[in-house]
């Protein structure tokens, strides 16, 4: 059992950066992929960025070269920079393994972007 704890979502402008953070409760990103996921109202949540062990990275379309994962082993923690935030990217935010792991979904985070 895992638990994910995310934080730094917040309100932001159209064109604004934000840094989420995601710490999970012990070391998995030796051996796991480790994804950030977002949900929005009515949609499914989705995968936008991952990151497996060898540190190969991969985004949606969506968020390709706006948003950057990296995650520090060291404090279990991963963290998704968000750049040239676009109002389509207000969600909750999550990170999880992948496939994900129904019992380790966290509070997540939220995002809204609005002027």
């Known amino acids: 059992q895992v638990q994910f704890v995310e934080s730094g979502g917040g309100l932001v402008q159209p064109g604004g950066s934000l840094r989420l953070s995601c710490t999970a409760s012990?070391?998995?990103?030796?051996?796991?992929?480790i994804a950030w996921y977002r949900q929005v109202p009515g949609k499914q949540r989705g995968w936008v960025a991952k990151?497996?062990?060898?540190?190969?990275?991969d985004y949606s379309d969506s968020v390709k070269g706006r948003f950057t994962i990296s995650r520090d082993n060291a404090r279990n923690t991963a963290y998704l920079q968000m750049d040239n935030i676009v109002p389509e990217d207000t969600a909750v935010y999550y990170c999880?393994?992948?496939?994900?792991?129904?019992?380790?979904w966290g509070q997540g985070t939220r995002v809204t972007v609005s002027s």
């Open positions: 999880n393994v992948v496939p994900s792991e129904s019992n380790w």
């Open positions: 012990r070391n998995i990103f030796d051996y796991k992929t």
């Open positions: 990151m497996n062990t060898a540190d190969k990275t």
